[in-house]
């Protein structure tokens, strides 16, 4: 489990500052990072240390990728066989890594994906409901 404070958590949180205050706490073994309730960043070990990961959309994956930032994954089992699973968060590129202001775009990108996900989705149109066919294979008739 990792300690009540994080040294690396707090300087994540300074480092994201310009998408507003930040609040790290204890999630699933790492940090989530989240501001006015909602999280943009994560802190995981996935096998080569802590990292920093932010939180991303469909829409906006391809700056992650051009920014050659690597994708959160992780390995779990479906049916007894290993499976390859992702979320949509990416690590900060190293350079943003230095200070807030070089993470600010990036920070910015992460509550907009936050905030997209907190959105509520829009709902599908209503099917029209069947009749249910009575014993004889007939349609009931409407009252």
């Known amino acids: 489990m990792p300690p009540k404070h994080s040294e ?16 790290a706490k204890r999630m699933f ?15 995981a070990d996935l096998g080569s240390g802590e990292k920093l ?21 992780y ?3 479906k049916d007894g066989k290993p499976v390859a699973r992702g979320m949509n968060y990416y690590s900060a590129p190293e350079e943003a890594m230095d200070s807030a ?25 209503a099917t029209p409901r069947q009749q249910k066919p009575t014993r004889l294979g007939k349609p009931r008739d409407k009252v």
């Open 8 to 23: 690396f958590a707090q300087y994540c949180c300074e480092l994201l500052a310009s998408a507003g205050p930040c609040v």
């Open 29 to 43: 073994g790492g940090w989530g990072i989240s501001t006015d309730g909602l999280t943009i960043a994560i802190i």
């Open 53 to 73: 990961w932010l939180k991303a959309t469909d829409d906006n994956r391809h700056l992650w990728e051009a920014a050659r930032c690597e994708r959160f994954t």
């Open 75 to 77: 390995q779990s089992t």
């Open 101 to 125: 202001n070089a993470m600010a775009t990036w920070a910015r990108l992460a509550l907009q994906a936050a905030l997209a996900a907190k959105a509520p989705k829009p709902r599908r149109p």
